[in-house]
């Protein structure tokens, strides 16, 4: 369902800021280490979004 990959989307933001906040990078080789990069990156950011909204479809 969309609306389960946007509330997906909405979770890992909420890690995303907090990992933000104590200035965390989950590390990952496509990083270019760039100040404005995301801590979750990339593959990791999407396997991510892919898994939570598997766990939420099957609720």
Do not use: V
Not at 31 to 44: F, L, Q, S
């Amino acid at each position: 369902m969309e609306k389960n990959r946007e509330l997906a989307i909405e979770i890992i933001s909420k890690f995303e800021e907090l990992l933000s906040k104590k200035d965390i990078k989950i590390p990952n080789d496509e990083i270019e280490n760039e100040e404005d990069e995301a801590c979750i990156y990339g593959k990791d950011y999407y396997e991510l979004e892919d898994e939570i909204t598997e766990l939420l479809d099957n609720k």
